[in-house]
């Protein structure tokens, strides 16, 4: 079946860098997309969404890019901190009125 | 701010065994979920529930689980006999539209069946 899946299983960044998390998408019609950040302990946090009509979207030091020619979706986090450390996790539907459908999740370790 | 709130946060059944796992959704929410995260692997849709019954259900969640609003503020997931490969961490949300965009999340429970 279709599914969500990510390059990239871990990601270690120096603090202060930028980084860019990896997310690819099989499904053609998926409408929406999100990413969320999961700490240890803790269940997935929203941190941005774009739906399919837009190629960008931009958050506080977050910004999603969203390339339907290739099925791709990024998570661009500027100046990463400490804080940033955690699981990030994307996620599509394909109408915003269905389930999410989760990618496997990529680790962020920032190195101080 | 208001948080979706998830009892226990721990659980340690037998194999067989009733677990019942409990939510206390965002009050003015409509929309409820639970989703499943065996360990190291991908969150998992398992049920949608919204009007007092479920709208949608994956191929996960069989005969063995239910899920009730039994008062305005809880909603809780049912496991009727309890397998090893239940084992995980199961996530309740919920949402103020349907279909779970900016669903806000519980912080789980970890369910361990032995």
């Known amino acids: 079946g279709e599914s969500v899946g990510l390059h990239l299983p871990t990601l270690s960044v120096q603090e202060g860098d930028n980084s860019i998390i990896n997310c690819a998408y099989s499904?053609?019609?998926?409408?929406?997309f999100i990413w969320y950040k999961q700490e240890s302990g803790k269940g997935p946090q929203f941190i941005i969404d774009i739906r399919s009509n837009m190629d960008k979207r931009q958050g506080q030091r977050v910004t999603v890019l969203l390339n339907k020619t290739v099925k791709h979706l990024s998570l661009q986090i500027a100046a990463t901190q400490p804080g940033d450390s955690a699981v990030y996790f994307c996620?599509?539907?394909?109408?915003?009125?269905?389930?999410?459908?989760f990618g496997k999740g990529t680790r962020l370790s920032v190195i101080a | 701010e208001p948080e979706v709130t998830q009892t226990p946060s721990h659980q340690v059944t037998q194999m067989g065994q009733e677990v019942i796992l409990r939510c206390v959704p965002i009050s003015n929410h409509l929309y409820f979920y639970w989703y499943r995260q065996i360990l190291g692997q991908k969150v998992e849709f398992l049920v949608s529930?919204?009007?007092?019954?479920?709208?949608?259900k994956s191929e996960i969640f069989d005969d063995q689980f239910s899920v009730e609003r039994p008062d305005g503020s809880n909603f809780t997931l049912k496991i009727r006999s309890t397998k090893l490969e239940d084992s995980a961490m199961y996530f309740c949300?919920?949402?103020?539209?349907?279909?779970?965009?900016?669903?806000?999340f519980g912080q789980g429970t970890r369910l361990t069946v032995v």
């Open positions: 949300a919920s949402s103020v539209i349907r279909g779970g965009t900016e669903a806000f």
């Open positions: 499904n053609s019609a998926s409408d929406y």
């Open positions: 996620a599509e539907t394909p109408s915003g009125n269905t389930p999410l459908v």
């Open positions: 529930f919204y009007n007092n019954e479920i709208s949608e």
